[in-house]
């Protein structure tokens, strides 16, 4: 009585190897480490890798290893000062050309790591870091689509010399005014034809022929979906050239945005780049009319009036030789001849196009830089919430015509090597196709992360001592026996949640210690069985047996109902109660095998299949 | 060693009105505190912004909220945080600022009031817009708990059975919360996710204990429904109050060592186990046997029993 047939004891042997492996990643150190990466612009050779071996050298900085990869380089080091002080005299040797990126690197062996062991993923609250929650304004989103449709709308009747009023926007409707019913019937045929999306509708108003165009709800839905995805490419782009190794952007809801961002440190700069929209234009510089009169309120038609950085009034024409959108590269570096902060831009066909025909028609004549950024600012008035845009618009550079512009060329005047990097990541990164705005933010100093990690480390500690020292008291042999499975309970959860990578936090940890109290609960129940039946006369081995047998669907019914609360905290959780969910629902999972099966075969090779005559516990 | 002898007989349910007294009037207390003194609800809920600044020396509270004064920020708490050197600043919203770039001017100040002797650990933002959703979502994730556990008990077991946990699980969770308010503990996220575990924990308790009184129903051919429960509570009771000791032996070893962070996750829950033990040892039989639960609902239909019979256990 009470063997387990052989391939139980394997199947549990091989449960319990597999979670030592994938829970053994865990136990090596975590390193601080950079990691710098290559661009198209800048390949990353074994000449780099020994600048940088140099350079760190000559400072002082001891590297205590370096591994190289494809266009990839990681620098591990010993603490994060060295990291931080690497960090900055590699910025200055590499440029801009390179991605640096702060980052944790754990040596963990090539053996482990080639069957996927890696150790858990830390959440922002124990690794220290910056999450953010952004909300996309998609109705603006909708609103643009219309008014580019009142734009589109007009220009085609002007085209047709179909004569209309007025065209405006009602709504959610762009309305479309005539003075007779018959050019409406011919404009509505025109319309129709040219835009097959928009639904049309004639209405008559008091003296006025109108035709309503709105956009159908799948347009809508399409329109907004567009913007949230394009947002979503858009703030990747502008985060991944912050150097932040492994930052996670993803949508939430339907129109939320999460970002990520491990070990960051700077929520102002992060959050002056995510907001942030910023473009250049290049216009000509009016020369035939008088600045003094233009400030004195007499702005010559076509032309309109702006400012320098410092403040100097200048007179640009109207007409826009090219716009921010047309750019499709852009960079920061140095004007070789000035040595000031430059952003080298490239532009699309049309644009070079563009630019080739007017800088080749006026040579010899100004061309200004107009940098333009638009803040959007919340604030609280009266109780309510006003967002208001707030345009900046300077003129950051006015140079001659040298000779014809071509697909690349540079632009200066910009303040700083720091404004150059920025503006340059802008106009790479692209526009946002619709307003954001910030409506949660945590972030966490690596200090109080690392204090989350001891003291959470330390409390399961001294939890699960305090239980053990419980059990063995209480239950003699069969406590220990208890003490192994929740030791293995332990090593699973751990394990699992490497192989998952599923994030551990704070709430997490106490997720686990929770459970390590709960855990024993199952042997709890089968113990006091096991010591009923022994009351009542039973032989020992026939109330071990029915100890087991008896509390298992009681240690079932029991561990369901947790389930479901794991399950729905997990459901509707955000955040902190997600990764208490996680843990509570992976760790009631394996203390069931542990405290049920594992114990079960320990107990069978200690007392099983031989005559007991009395049993302790 | 046993915490109590096998012939261990002790009569709950005589006191059963006596506990019931005793509940009603603790549930009383928690919904006057609630109604009275309302919760005081973290930024999770309410939105709001939450600067953690840890200094290099002790720092007196007086000091940093004259900086933030004079900076212009009114209407702003602070506090120690754990320790003398951490300072835990809330900034009331407005102002000249856009609500997102609040923290960052606030810290600025106070670093450089500190002469750069001052450490952002943690910025925690909340709009009030996500803090209703949040609040919303816990409010829906409690009554789907509720209901989930509804179901699987009156499925598994029986209809009254379900109600008495459930009854057990609000008084559970009613008591624990108005805890929260009558002693002005901050109510935020964790907090809700220990108030869930609660509910989870204290049902397990319950449910060992319906499982006993179940097998016993159909066991015992004789005595009262109130005996067979009797008996049932006396059996389970050793290990009712073991598996509580032991959570709550790592609950206190978070609570003390866990950090401040997680203080309110472990107070909630040691309110609940405790206030979950008793329930699942009082209300929750008590409910059950007063919605008239007797033998004849419990007795396996018959197929279920010829398992039973072929391989010997009941369960």
């Known amino acids: ?617 | 060693m046993r915490l109590f002898k096998s012939s261990l007989n002790i009569n709950f349910m005589a006191k059963r009105k006596l506990a019931m007294a005793f509940s009603i009037s603790l549930i009383a207390f928690a919904l006057i505190s609630l109604l009275a003194r309302g919760l005081s609800l973290g930024i999770d809920f309410t939105g709001g912004t939450l600067v953690e600044v840890g200094y290099q020396q002790p720092v007196e509270l007086s000091k940093v909220r004259s900086v933030l004064e004079e900076a212009g920020f009114a209407g702003t708490t602070v506090q120690h945080f754990g320790t003398p050197k951490d300072v835990l600043v809330r900034l009331a919203p407005g102002g000249e600022d856009d609500s997102a770039a609040l923290s960052s001017r606030a810290f600025a100040e106070l670093r450089q009031a500190a002469a750069g002797e001052a450490e952002l650990r943690r910025v925690e933002f909340v709009g009030p817009q996500v803090g209703d959703e949040l609040a919303e979502d816990g409010g829906l994730a409690m009554l789907y708990v509720l209901i989930g556990i509804l179901i699987y008990v009156a499925l598994r077991f029986e209809y009254r059975f379900a109600l008495g946990s459930v009854i057990a699980l609000v008084h559970d969770v009613v008591i624990t919360i108005g805890a929260f308010s009558l002693f002005a503990i901050e109510f935020d996220l964790t907090v809700l996710a220990a108030i869930l575990a609660v509910i989870g924990y204290s049902l397990n308790d319950t449910i060992v204990v319906f499982d006993r009184i179940r097998e016993n129903f159909r066991k015992l051919r004789k005595g009262t429904p109130e005996q067979v429960i009797n008996t049932s509570i006396n059996q389970t009771l050793s290990r009712t109050l073991v598996t509580s000791g032991t959570t709550l032996l790592v609950l206190a070893a978070l609570l003390i060592f866990g950090g401040e962070i997680i203080h309110g996750f472990a107070l909630a829950l040691i309110i609940g186990i405790v206030i979950g033990t008793y329930s699942s040892i009082y209300v929750a039989s008590t409910a059950a046997l007063m919605l008239g639960v007797s033998k004849s609902d419990l007795m396996p239909v018959k197929k279920e029993g010829a398992d039973i019979a072929s391989d010997g256990s009941q369960v």
């Open chain 1, 1 to 617: 009585m009470n063997r387990y047939p052989l391939w139980k004891n394997i199947l549990i042997g091989i449960v319990v190897l597999v979670g030592l492996i994938y829970a053994l990643p865990n136990i090596f150190d975590q390193d601080p480490a950079l990691e710098i990466t290559g661009s198209r612009r800048a390949e990353l050779t074994p000449a780099t890798e020994q600048r940088v071996r140099d350079a760190l050298g000559a400072a002082g900085i001891e590297i205590k290893s370096l591994d190289s990869g494809s266009n990839k380089l990681l620098l591990r080091f010993s603490d994060s000062e060295t990291q931080l002080r690497a960090k900055d005299s590699l910025e200055t040797l590499l440029g801009g050309d390179y991605t640096l990126a702060l980052t944790l690197s754990s040596d963990v062996p090539g053996w482990l790591r080639s069957v996927g062991a890696l150790p858990m993923y830390l959440g922002l609250d124990l690794r220290g870091g910056i999450h953010v929650l952004i909300d996309v304004d998609m109705d603006a989103a909708v609103d643009q689509a219309l008014e580019r449709y009142s734009g589109d709308i007009r220009t085609l009747l002007r085209d047709e010399k179909l004569r209309y009023s007025t065209v405006s926007q009602r709504g959610d409707a762009v309305v479309i005014s005539f003075k007779e019913a018959e050019i409406r019937e011919q404009a509505l045929a025109k319309i129709e034809d040219e835009f097959r999306n928009l639904l049309l509708e004639s209405v008559d108003g008091d003296d006025a022929f109108q035709v309503e165009a709105r956009m159908s709800n799948n347009e809508q839905q399409t329109t907004r979906k567009f913007a949230l995805d394009q947002n979503i490419t858009t703030l990747r782009n502008r985060i991944n050239a912050l150097g932040v190794s492994e930052p996670i952007i993803q949508q939430q809801g339907d129109r939320r945005i999460v970002v990520q961002l491990p070990g960051a440190q700077d929520p102002a700069r992060l959050k002056d780049l995510l907001g942030a929209t910023a473009t250049l234009e290049y216009r000509l510089e009016d020369t035939e009319h008088n600045v003094e009169d233009a400030v004195a309120g007499k702005v010559p038609v076509g032309s309109k009036l702006y400012h320098t950085r410092d403040g100097r009034p200048i007179l640009l024409k109207k007409q826009v030789i090219v716009t921010g959108n047309q750019i499709t590269d852009a960079s920061s570096g140095f004007d070789q001849r000035s040595n000031q902060p430059a952003v080298f831009v490239s532009l699309d066909g049309p644009g070079a196009r563009r630019m080739r025909n007017v800088t080749t028609d006026n040579v010899g004549k100004p061309m200004a830089v107009v940098f333009i950024e638009t803040r959007t600012e919340s604030r609280v008035v009266d109780g309510k919430k006003v967002t208001r845009k707030i345009p900046v618009q300077e003129v950051i550079s006015v140079a001659n015509i040298l000779e014809p512009f071509g697909r690349r060329f540079q632009t200066t005047g910009l303040d700083s090597p720091a404004e150059a990097h920025d503006l340059a990541l802008l106009l790479r990164a692209g526009a946002l196709a619709a307003p954001i705005e910030i409506v949660e933010e945590r972030t966490i100093g690596p200090s109080l992360g690392q204090d989350n990690i001891d003291q959470g480390f330390r409390s399961v500690l001294i939890g699960l001592l305090l239980v053990m020292v419980y059990m063995a008291f209480s239950y003699k042999v069969f406590g220990l026996v208890a003490n192994l499975a929740l030791i293995t309970n332990l090593v699973l959860i751990v394990a699992v949640l490497s192989m998952l990578q599923a994030t551990l936090t704070l709430p997490g940890i106490a997720g686990i210690v929770l459970t390590v109290g709960m855990a024993v609960d199952a042997n709890v129940l089968i113990f006091e069985r096991i010591r009923e039946e022994i009351d009542i006369g039973n032989t020992p081995q026939a109330s071990i047996h029915a100890g087991y047998e008896k509390a298992l669907s009681t240690i079932v019914d029991a561990n369901v109902t947790t389930l479901i609360a794991a399950v729905v905290l997990f459901s509707f959780g955000t955040g902190p109660i997600k990764g208490f969910a996680v843990t509570l629902f992976i760790g009631i999972l394996t203390s069931m095998f542990t405290a049920i099966l594992g114990t079960r075969a320990v107990i069978n090779r200690v007392y099983g299949g031989r005559r007991l005559g009395k049993l302790v516990i």
